[in-house]
């Protein structure tokens, strides 16, 4: 990883998986196939992250290019990241090898954790004084 802090992003990890655990006991009180709920919610925390470690490294890699070959670099990686999520919904879903509605919620763990990050912040600077 590199250049910049990795603290906003441990964060934002922790927020997506305590995210998905707490989903996946809704998917266990919903009636229905739940091994293909899981399947789809907990792929779409990976995608999430995932897409949260490029976010880092592409911001990483972007602050060595000037304004133009950085906001070029950036688009280039926005529209990886964004084909690459297209790819797995559609395998997801041809495939039947998971939910895509769980696997929707899953990858918007990471608007999730975006929005939650300053609160979580500073909750974890008071569990690390203590």
């Known amino acids: 990883m590199g250049k910049t802090d990795n603290t906003v992003l441990r964060e934002m990890i922790a927020v997506m998986v305590l ?4 989903l996946q006991v809704v998917c266990l009180l919903i009636p229905g196939d739940r091994i293909r709920m899981a399947a789809g919610l907990w792929l779409g925390v990976a995608a999430g992250v995932g897409m949260a470690v490029h976010m880092k490294n592409s911001l990483d890699e972007a602050l060595d290019r000037g304004e133009a070959g950085a906001q070029k ?3 280039k990686s926005y529209a990886v990241r964004y084909i690459t999520v297209v790819v797995v919904f559609v395998a997801a879903a041809g495939l039947h090898i998971a939910n895509v509605l769980t696997l929707f919620f899953g990858v918007m763990g990471l608007k999730i954790s975006a929005y939650l990050q300053p609160a979580m912040h500073k909750l974890f600077l008071k569990f690390k004084k203590s």
């Open 19 to 22: 995210y998905g655990i707490i």
């Open 73 to 75: 670099y950036m688009q």
